[in-house]
């Protein structure tokens, strides 16, 4: 599947709309992601805060409670991702004002230079148009001010795919393919931040070895990646898909649960003075 293939097929926001709910819960990893980018930004009066792929917030909370900003913008393709986020608003008393806006990176239509921090995280590696996401939150920002973004990493969860080879169910093409189209390593992202104009501070990537239960990494699966699916396949199958595989996941897990390598590509740039 390429970048093409991936976006004909996907209807990324509303494949997360029917995940939604579930998010927060399935996807542990990610807050602990969000919170390294936003811990690892550079100091800075970051007033005007913008969040691409937001999702339910987790990125927002995490420079609200560093940087306490005036102001924060949340774009999401996902109507179901923003609201949860407005209800975590509703019952947190953070003195800031978020607008929250339903649009594609592509189209976020925001006034340029607007903007002292720009993050996205766990989002950038479903922008079918990495390139052209990168040059549209560079176009954000004001001259000095910083982008971070965090992303699934290359060579990772290939036990997963190796767990697909046995599973017999035409979605399995569909998980398989999407590793490669979604994945990116540190010079792919240093071209794309170079391509918008923007100084790499500092592109690292996290490789790690995890155990979970198979029930766990499934769970986090089905959240992340229902889009896919949507179009070719209706519920009933998705669920044969799913019980399919996590057969094949317990076979593989041993005592300690379902062991699989991550990789996070991380990346923070600076907008030039
Ligand atoms: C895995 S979630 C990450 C959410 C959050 N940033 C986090 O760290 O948990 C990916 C989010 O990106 C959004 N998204 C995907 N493609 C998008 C696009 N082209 N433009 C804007 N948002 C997009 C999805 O709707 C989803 O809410």
């Not at 991380?266 to 030039?272: E, G, H, Q, S, V």
Request: with cysteine; charged share 25%; glycine share 8%.
């Amino acid at each position: 599947m390429n970048e093409h293939e991936l976006r004909a097929v996907a209807d990324v926001g509303e494949g997360f709309s029917s995940t939604a709910k579930d998010y927060d819960r399935g996807v542990r990893f990610n807050i602990a992601g969000g919170q390294r980018l936003v811990m690892s930004l550079p100091d800075g009066d970051h007033r005007r805060v913008l969040d691409v792929g937001c999702g339910t917030g987790l990125a927002s909370l995490a420079m609200m409670a560093r940087f306490h900003p005036d102001h924060v913008t949340g774009v999401d393709t996902s109507r179901g991702m923003l609201d949860e986020f407005a209800a975590k608003l509703h019952q947190s008393d953070a003195q800031v004002e978020v607008e929250l806006k339903q649009a594609d990176v592509l189209h976020m239509g925001i006034a340029p230079g607007t903007y002292d921090a720009v993050v996205s995280t766990m989002a950038f590696h479903w922008f079918p148009d990495k390139a052209g996401a990168t040059r549209a939150m560079g176009d954000a920002l004001r001259p000095g001010g910083v982008l971070g973004v965090l992303c699934s990493g290359r060579h990772a969860e290939h036990e997963f795919r190796e767990v697909l080879a046995r599973v017999d169910h035409p979605g399995v093409a569909v998980w398989d393919a999407v590793f490669d189209a979604v994945q990116r390593d540190i010079p792919e992202m240093e071209e794309y931040v170079r391509g918008a104009g923007l100084e790499p501070l500092d592109i690292w990537m996290e490789r790690r070895i995890r155990r979970v239960p198979p029930a766990e990494y499934l769970e986090r699966m089905r959240v992340v990646t229902r889009h896919l699916f949507q179009a070719q396949f209706n519920d009933d199958e998705i669920a044969d898909l799913h019980a399919r595989t996590a057969a094949e996941m317990h076979a593989a897990a041993g005592a300690d649960g379902f062991e699989y390598t991550f990789t996070k590509l991380y990346a923070i740039a600076r907008k030039p003075a």
